[in-house]
């Protein structure tokens, strides 16, 4: 029977309230396509409604192509179920605490908004001359395949100088075992397609980057959440973790952990290895922000040579976000079969994308863009921590390089209820509890070095404290 509950009184119509329970059930597939819905008045009884409040609902979502009616047998779900909504497949959450809100937040935003809480670079500090100028010179190249759909596992120059740079952070893997895709989110989807099935139950640090949270249950799966340390997960936890949830997968950042900046010790890798091994788990080492480092840190896929670990990465960051590209650098049978499933999703590959940045990769301007960006961000770091300090807030840890500070909050207060605050007067947060699966981090916000050093911020930040 469907849900009596009409919430409360003041609230939308009975008629709406009936189609959205419908509707409900249908995105949850209590009611899959084909099934026929409870009678009128079975319908009416359950919610305490009379029966032309039903038909009207019912005739309603007739009219929209939810239900169909067959006179004489009933009303039936439509064959073409309504496309999944991220917030009705777990428990309706705060939106200050919801990665879905914060990263539209982020995105839908006019130029008067301020967003310190956004995980991306101003477009003022990425390479755009570089950019126009690689364009025009694919432009003019006859060589350049500009309409075709490419490699099945994408452009082969680009491919061997991945293997390359992975080379100089440990990582031994020729390019016949590097997939490309369309950016480091595409990547971890096609992992989890090809990895996980529904309920499987995936570890990820607490906090972790909020879209690994929003992935897992697009897909299905559990995020079962590991304390995170300043060198790494927490040991015990994760082999706890592991023994009571025999989970497929453990999601982590290779460097520079997002949100806190914070980076895997060696000893830490070792032993998070022999546990992965000991309970056939099998790691997703993001590595985003590789060229953030001032110094390479230690990779698990360099220790564990590809055997249990899927490497990936992407250039949004660093380059550009509107050129989308990124990698997974795995073992032979896992390329097989995530180039496969990447046909079968998308035929074919962002080739253009990928001679782009193989340009600006070979012809020297990326290395020395980066190497701009690392110095410009460790003086944004240095400045935006002493003012935030100023405040009374404290870092969780230093980070050796990229653009977040994890800061903690005075005592007593909410980042959720600062975030909201600061959003009525124009300015964008990231609250700790967006991070969080057990949403243990309401203390913290995560700034964005490269966005957050500007008046305004600390001025919104320091009224919305009080």
């Given at each position: 029977m469907l849900d009596a509950d009409l919430g409360p009184a003041g609230g939308p119509t009975l008629v709406s309230q009936v189609m959205d329970s419908v509707?409900?059930?249908?995105?949850?597939?209590?009611?899959?396509?084909?099934?026929?819905l409870p009678s009128i008045r079975r319908t009416a009884d359950g919610f305490g409604v009379s029966k032309s409040t039903v038909v009207e609902a019912f005739d309603r979502l007739v009219a929209e192509g939810t239900i169909l009616s067959r006179p004489g047998s009933g009303f039936y779900v439509t064959g073409g179920t309504r496309a999944l909504t991220l917030a009705e497949t777990g428990p309706r959450l705060d939106r200050q605490i919801d990665p879905l809100w914060i990263m539209r937040q982020s995105l839908d935003v006019g130029p008067a908004t301020l967003t310190p809480g956004c995980g991306w670079l101003p477009e003022s500090w990425l390479p755009v001359d570089g950019?126009?100028?690689a364009l025009r010179g694919l432009a003019r190249d006859e060589g350049a395949g500009l309409v075709g759909y490419g490699h099945p596992r994408g452009f082969a120059p680009l491919r061997l100088q991945l293997a390359r740079r992975m080379a100089e952070r440990g990582i031994d893997v020729p390019a016949d075992q590097i997939l490309l895709t369309d950016s480091?989110?595409?990547?971890?989807?096609l992992?989890?397609?090809f990895l996980l099935e529904p309920g499987d139950k995936v570890l990820v640090d607490d906090p972790c980057y909020f879209n690994f949270q929003a992935v897992l249950r697009a897909h299905r799966a559990e995020a079962i959440g590991v304390p995170r340390t300043p060198t790494g997960?927490?040991?015990?936890?994760?082999?706890?973790?592991?023994?009571?949830h025999r989970p497929r997968l453990y999601l982590t950042n290779a460097a520079l952990h997002n949100p806190t900046g914070a980076s895997l010790a060696p000893a830490t890798a070792h032993r998070l290895l022999k546990l992965a091994e000991a309970?056939?788990?099998?790691?997703?080492?993001?590595?985003?922000?590789?060229?953030?480092?001032?110094?390479?840190?230690?990779?698990?896929a360099a220790f564990d040579g590809l055997d249990r670990v899927l490497h990936i990465g992407s250039f949004s960051k660093t380059l550009s976000a509107a050129v989308r590209c990124g990698y997974i650098a795995a073992r032979p049978d896992w390329i097989e079969g995530l180039t496969d499933l990447k046909l079968a999703t998308t035929f074919g590959n962002g080739d253009l994308s990928a001679q782009l940045?193989?340009?600006?990769?070979?012809?020297?301007s990326y290395r020395r863009h980066v190497e701009t960006l690392r110095a410009r961000l460790g003086q944004a770091m240095a400045v935006v921590g002493r003012r935030l300090k100023a405040m009374g807030l404290e870092p969780w840890v230093e980070p050796r390089g990229g653009m977040f500070l994890w800061m903690r909050l005075p005592d007593g207060i909410d980042s959720a209820v600062v975030t909201q605050r600061a959003l009525e007067r124009g300015v964008v947060l990231a609250p700790g509890n967006v991070f969080s699966v057990s949403?243990?981090?309401?203390?913290?916000?995560?700034?964005?070095?490269?966005?957050?050093?500007?008046?305004?911020?600390?001025?919104?930040?320091?009224?919305?404290?009080?």
């Open positions: 509707r409900r059930r249908i995105a949850a597939r209590e009611l899959a396509p084909g099934a026929r950019i126009r100028k480091g989110s595409q990547a971890i989807d992992i989890c397609r997960p927490d040991l015990n936890a994760f082999a706890a973790a592991a023994a009571i309970h056939d788990i099998r790691i997703v080492e993001d590595d985003i922000f590789a060229d953030f480092e001032l110094e390479p840190g230690p990779r698990l940045v193989h340009r600006l990769l070979t012809d020297g949403h243990s981090a309401g203390a913290y916000l995560r700034f964005n070095v490269a966005q957050a050093n500007l008046a305004p911020v600390y001025d919104v930040l320091r009224q919305s404290l009080t």
